[in-house]
């Protein structure tokens, strides 16, 4: 088992920035590909990045492509989000995913089966 939680996020104006990460505690000792996922109030959660255990592999929602960056470092366990150009359509709760495979896992929120506790991302315009 492995545990993630979550740090970042908050209140920002439109066209700023925020940075969210993710840390791993417990069986850290696999290889995990980790995404990142969102909630709006009244709106499924929906994928948002992915990356690989390498950090080779990567893949953004069409939504924030060019404005979001997934990286990860390894040495530290973590996960990171870095949000550019926030709009007040990105405001929902993030949550961080993991699943126990080096491989990029994808858009589908049930091939994660851990996820961190979430975090508050509010837009303002």
């Not at 929902?92 to 994808?106: E, L, N, P, W």
Request: proline share 2%; with cysteine.
């Amino acid at each position: 088992q492995v545990q993630l939680v979550q740090s970042g996020g908050g209140l920002v104006q439109a066209g700023g920035s925020l940075r969210l990460s993710c840390a791993a505690s417990g069986r850290t000792d696999r290889n995990y590909a980790m995404a990142w996922f969102r909630q709006a109030p009244g709106k499924e959660r929906e994928f948002v990045a992915a990356i690989s255990w390498s950090g080779g592999s990567t893949g953004y929602a069409d939504s924030v492509r060019g404005r979001f960056t997934i990286s990860r470092d390894n040495g530290k366990n973590s996960v990171f989000l870095q949000m550019n150009s926030l709009d007040p359509e990105d405001t929902a709760v993030y949550f961080c995913a993991a699943r126990s495979d080096a491989y990029y896992g994808g858009t589908n929120d049930l091939s994660y089966p851990y996820w961190g506790q979430g975090t508050q991302v509010t837009v303002s315009s």
